[in-house]
Structure formats: structure tokens, C-alpha cells
């Protein structure tokens, strides 16, 4: 059923209340302490006592979780008019401005999808893959023969590196390599739904460290401007960018661009990154196949390219049923900016509506013997892999998919390639109302391979060598 607005709503009582509640909600805040501090538990909670369309009330207002494939379409496809992603996640605009992509008018919105989108197509993925095994082949010459690492720092810090090298080019991606932590305080800051007011020292400290990473961004965009590239890349095209009415655009507003395409790209796949390790560590009875697979398509000695890549499904399986059992993306959420039915339920203006990739992956109607990590199930319905959720789906589905796709494979096909590696603590997700990390820390146990050592292909050790 399509959303239709609704005009001359009855405001006296909320439609809203129509859709069943979840239970433990307390009077005044509702249901907000439980869904902070533990926010997957609550909506595991609503899935179990209603199914596929409940609520929840976070002190006065109201958040109707829609899971049926239908709403979520309705959900996704729906105009900025109608629901809206920069009502829906106010952090941003506290982080970026009003300007900055969706939060900016439909038009200026467009004009920077389309600046981002060359950033993610063949010719741009090439140049970064080798930026990834670069610096993952840099980790592993740090890391050693043997030892301890932690799982959660290791995958920020190379993920940053790759992400700074890879938008900000290779020659300014060292001048922020000293300053990552920066990021993560400007990241990590600000809080998921919640208006910044709630934590002043919070967005302080995020406000402080974006002036410092805007100071560098102006200077890289002077620098690049004064000395561009043959073969124009990211930042060069945000130096040369223009209003459709032929205004340069200024570099204050680029500053953003960029900054925004970083933290798009930062905790999102350090976080899915570290699970999918994770995931893999858990399940060593894979192992002997991967490597295999690695010893038939790829050269112990030739760099990686993207077509060798894609010959390991077997890797891409594996990957697919972490992201589905682990997506970092525990929820997608809109607003309505006017009274408008979701569902079949009319909804006032102001109330939050909410998919949850984390549920729809554990719904068996989607995906059969939904606790099981079965990687062979991608062989088995070739379709699956398209109902995972975890990148989004509809207007604002995820620029950077292939990005942290290829980065994720990557770094795990060569971490693999040259370790035995073991987890020493049990991977768990972080509980409260973030994307869903794993909780630091968390310890891996690595040694290198007898036939990395010596050179030899993957899963087949070199004799007489
Ligand atoms: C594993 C890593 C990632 C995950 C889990 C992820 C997840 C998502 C999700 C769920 C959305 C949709 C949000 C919504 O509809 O409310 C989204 C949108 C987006 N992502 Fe990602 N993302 C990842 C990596 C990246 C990277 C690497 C980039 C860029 C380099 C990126 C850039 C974007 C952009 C620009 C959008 C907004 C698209 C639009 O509205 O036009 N993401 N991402």
C-alpha cells in the first residue's frame, strides 16, 4: 500500500497508538532508558510479543518500527517531504551543518551525490584497492611473525588510513595519519537520534576536533588546486566543483564533503571490518576452503587485482553471513515532516518510523534457519545475497558499498593468506544506541603461516625450498 498524506489528522489522540506497543514501558520516559542502553534487546523484544510492525515511546514521542518487505519499500522510497532522513538523524546537521548532502535543498543534494559518485565506480576502485593491500600488507610487516592484537583499534586505525589515502590522495593521506584520532573524536561524539543539546560536552569535543580536521582539509584543498593531478582525483574534483549556475562552489563547503565522505566511510567499515574478522575466527572449519580458493585464483606474488577478487565467492559467502548476522546498521530511521500512513496506520507528524536491518536479517521468511551461519546458502538461492540490508535500500542506499566491500575482502584474504590467527576474548556487540562494533577489547591471538614465511601459495606449503 502506498503512503498517502493524510490532511486534517484528529490531534487529540495519536494514531499512532494504534500500532500495538512493545511491553516495559515506564510512565513519562517510556521505553528511552531501556532502548539507550540496550537498544537491540528492545527491538528483539517488540519482533517476539508483535511481529513485523510494533511501537515503542521514547519519552513522548513515538517510534513505530516497520519490518514487512512492503513498508519497508514505503519506508525507503518515500520523498524528503514526506519522510525525512535529516529530521531523522539530527546529529548530522550538528556535525556538518544545514548544507551538508541530504540535510541540504533537493537540488544541492543532488549536485554532491553526483560529485561522490564517480569516487565509487571501476577506474576510482582499482587506484584504492591498491591503497588497501598496501596498507594491510603495512599492518602485517608491523604486526611480525607472532603475537596479540586488538581487534577493534587494529581495524579503526588501518580503516582510517585506507579512507584518508584513498579521498584524500596519497600524498595527504600521512598529514592526517597523525591526527586519527581526531576523527574518532569527531565521530565518536555525537550521539544516534538523541538532539546534540542532550550532551553539550560531547558535541564540544566533536566541534573542537572538526575545526582542527577542517583547518587540514583547506589546506590540502589549496595545495591540490595549486598543483593538480593529470587524472583528477576525489579532493581534485571538490576543487573544481560548481553550482548548477556555474558558482565555484567555496571551499568551506568542500571541507564538509570531504569530512562527510570520511566519516560515512570510517566507523561503519572499521565496525563491519572487526566482525567479519571476528566471524571468521569463530568458524576455523572454513579456513582449509578459503585458502584453497585463494591457491586456485590468486598469485602469491602478483598484487591483487579486482578481477581475481571477485573470483573468491566462496570468501564473498563467508563475508555475506557476517554482514547478515552482524550488520553494523542495527536501524535506518526516518521522520515525518507531515501527518502521512505507514502500513496501513495513519502517523502524526513528528513520529519516528524505523526499519532494522539486524531484525530482517534474522526473519526466517527472508532468510531460512535465520541463527545459522551458512555461508552455502548464497549457492543455494543466488537471490539471497540481494535481500541483505545492511548497506540500506531506496533513495539513500549506501554510496560506499562496494568500497567497503572490496576493502573488507581484502584485508581478510591477506590476513588470512599469511596468518593462523585465534580469538583469545569472545567477540560482543556493544549494547547501547550506536552502531553495533563489537566491544573493545577484543584479543587475537596470530602466528605466522609456516609457508607465508617461506613464500609458498596459500594453504599449500613449499617443499625443498
Ligand atoms: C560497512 C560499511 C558501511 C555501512 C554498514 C554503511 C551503511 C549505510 C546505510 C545503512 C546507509 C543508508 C542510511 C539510511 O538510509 O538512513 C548508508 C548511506 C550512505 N553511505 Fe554508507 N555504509 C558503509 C560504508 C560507506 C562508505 C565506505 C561510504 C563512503 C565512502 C559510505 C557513504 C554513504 C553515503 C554517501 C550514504 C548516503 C547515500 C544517499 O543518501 O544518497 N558508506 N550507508
Not at 545492511?390 to 533513495?395: A, E, L, M, P, Q
Request: a positive charge; hydrophobic letters at 40%; aromatic letters at 8%.
Amino acid at each position: 500500500m502506498p503512503i498517502t498524506p493524510i490532511r486534517g489528522t484528529d490531534r487529540g489522540s495519536d494514531p499512532a497508538a494504534a500500532v500495538p506497543l512493545v511491553s516495559g514501558a515506564l510512565p513519562l520516559v517510556g521505553h528511552l532508558p531501556a532502548f539507550m542502553s540496550d537498544t537491540v534487546s528492545v527491538l528483539e523484544r517488540g519482533y517476539a510479543e508483535h511481529g513485523q510492525l510494533f511501537r515503542l515511546e521514547l519519552a513522548g514521542t513515538s517510534m513505530v518500527v516497520v519490518l514487512d518487505p512492503e513498508h519497508r519499500k514505503e519506508l525507503l522510497l518515500q520523498p524528503e517531504t514526506a519522510l525525512s532522513i535529516s529530521a531523522a538523524y539530527p546529529f548530522l546537521r550538528s556535525m556538518f551543518g544545514t548544507g551538508f548532502y541530504f540535510m541540504a535543498e533537493e537540488e544541492e543534494y543532488r549536485r554532491q551525490r553526483e560529485l561522490f559518485m564517480p569516487v565509487f565506480h571501476g577506474g576510482p576502485l582499482r587506484t584504492y584497492l591498491g591503497v588497501m593491500e598496501r596498507r594491510t600488507r603495512e599492518l602485517i610487516a608491523q604486526l611480525g611473525d607472532e603475537g596479540e592484537l586488538e581487534l577493534v583499534r587494529t581495524c579503526g586505525e588501518l580503516n582510517l588510513r585506507v579512507i584518508v589515502d584513498c579521498f584524500f590522495g596519497e600524498e595527504f593521506g600521512p598529514l592526517f595519519a597523525d591526527d586519527l584520532e581526531l576523527f574518532e573524536t569527531f565521530s565518536g561524539n555525537v550521539s544516534f537520534l538523541l538532539p546534540p543539546g542532550l550532551h553539550p560536552v560531547r558535541t564540544w569535543r566533536s566541534r573542537v576536533a572538526r575545526r582542527h580536521l577542517q583547518r587540514l582539509t583547506l589546506r590540502c584543498l589549496a595545495q591540490r588546486r595549486a598543483h593538480p593531478l593529470p587524472a583528477p582525483d576525489f579532493l581534485q574534483s571538490l576543487t573544481e566543483s560548481r553550482y548548477r549556475d556555474g558558482t565555484p562552489v567555496p571551499d568551506s563547503a568542500s571541507v564538509h564533503q570531504a569530512l562527510g565522505l570520511v566519516w560515512a566511510a570510517g566507523e561503519t567499515t572499521a565496525g563491519q571490518l572487526a566482525w567479519a574478522l571476528a566471524d571468521l575466527l569463530r568458524r576455523p572449519e572454513h579456513h582449509p576452503a578459503l585458502l584453497a580458493e585463494q591457491h586456485r585464483h590468486l598469485s602469491p606474488d602478483a598484487p591483487l587485482t579486482v578481477e581475481n577478487l571477485h573470483r573468491l565467492t566462496r570468501m564473498d559467502h563467508v563475508l555475506y553471513e557476517s554482514e547478515r548476522l552482524n550488520p553494523l546498521a542495527v536501524l535506518i530511521a526516518r521522520k515525518t515532516v507531515r501527518d502521512t500512513v505507514v502500513g496501513g496506520h495513519r502517523l502524526r507528524r513528528g513520529t519516528f518510523v524505523l526499519t532494522s536491518p539486524y531484525l530482517v536479517h534474522r526473519m526466517p521468511d527472508e532468510f531460512p534457519d535465520p541463527h545459522a551461519f551458512r555461508p552455502e546458502r548464497y549457492v543455494e538461492d543466488p537471490k539471497a545475497a540481494q535481500r541483505l540490508f545492511g548497506f540500506g535500500s531506496g533513495i539513500h542506499r549506501c554510496l560506499g558499498r562496494r568500497f567497503s566491500r572490496l576493502e573488507i575482502k581484502t584485508c581478510l584474504t591477506l590476513l588470512l593468506r599469511h596468518y593462523e590467527m585465534e580469538l583469545i576474548d569472545v567477540p560482543r556487540p556493544v549494547a547501547r544506541l550506536a552502531p553495533r562494533a563489537v566491544t573493545a577489547p577484543c584479543r587475537i591471538r596470530f602466528r605466522r603461516r609456516p609457508e607465508a614465511a617461506s613464500g609458498g601459495r596459500p594453504g599449500q606449503p613449499r617443499t625443498g625450498s
